[in-house]
């Protein structure tokens, strides 16, 4: 008698399995010196190829296999997690957020770039939002930390801390390579397609108002690998 509620497997399921077995298998790689650890540890990696794969990734799965190996280092820098990145939602005297609509998929969000080596997070932001849009800004406080993959924002691992930064000079003007448009937005005249605004556009606009916000982050979930 067939299951009258069929759980429903949708790509981004199938994208976060794959990666959290690929950090498991290149993890255990990187910590074991047993020959038959390793033998079942780059089965699990095939295996998440073969999923990434149907999740629909470009490369064939055993080219994906081959290039997750190659990043397997040893000991503490071959435990694999999630890359971090820095964005900044960046406010005016008028109310409005600063998007940028990214170069690759063209997809609006705030200013965000992955955290440099030698910079502090806030430095980061402050770097990020001039090199995308042209804007001079200052940190105020860190109003949320996200897991890019939940949101959809990314199809790699990678957590986000977001600042409440506040704009202090510069004009517009896109990067030539990263964003192919830039603007001020208000809260009812937002572009499309936006990723997330659900989740992180009120906060970010309670933000910019002065509103006293708690930092937003994901939520624990009953059951992380069955929901």
């Not at 089965?43 to 080219?63: M, N, P, Q, W, Y």
């Not at 409005?96 to 430095?123: F, H, K, N």
């Not at 390579?177 to 397609?193: C, I, Q």
Request: glycine share 10%.
């Amino acid at each position: 008698m067939p299951d009258p509620d069929p759980q429903v497997v949708t790509g981004q399921d199938l994208l976060r399995w794959s990666e959290t077995l690929s950090g498991i298998a290149r993890t255990g790689l990187g910590f074991t010196e047993s020959l038959y650890e390793r033998e079942r540890f780059e089965e699990v990696l095939k295996v998440a190829a073969d999923i990434r794969v149907a999740a629909g990734h470009e490369l064939e799965a055993e080219v994906l296999a081959e290039e997750w190996l190659k990043l397997v280092g040893e000991g503490v820098a071959g435990y694999v997690t999630p890359k971090v990145a820095v964005g900044a939602v960046v406010g005016n005297d008028k109310g409005q957020i600063l998007l940028v609509q990214r170069a690759d998929s063209g997809v609006w969000l705030y200013p965000t770039g992955w955290a440099d080596i030698g910079y502090s997070p806030s430095e980061v932001a402050v770097k990020e939002v001039a090199e995308e849009t042209g804007i001079d800004c200052e940190p105020v406080r860190l109003i949320a930390v996200l897991d890019g993959m939940r949101l959809g924002f990314t199809r790699i691992p990678l957590y986000s801390l977001v600042f409440l930064c506040r704009a202090v000079g510069g004009s517009l003007a896109a990067h030539p390579l990263e964003t192919r448009d830039v603007g001020w937005f208000s809260e009812d005249a937002m572009p499309t397609p936006l990723a997330g605004a659900e989740r992180w556009g009120p906060q970010a606009f309670a933000a910019i108002r002065g509103e006293s916000v708690d930092v937003l982050f994901d939520a624990p979930r009953a059951d992380v690998w069955r929901t």
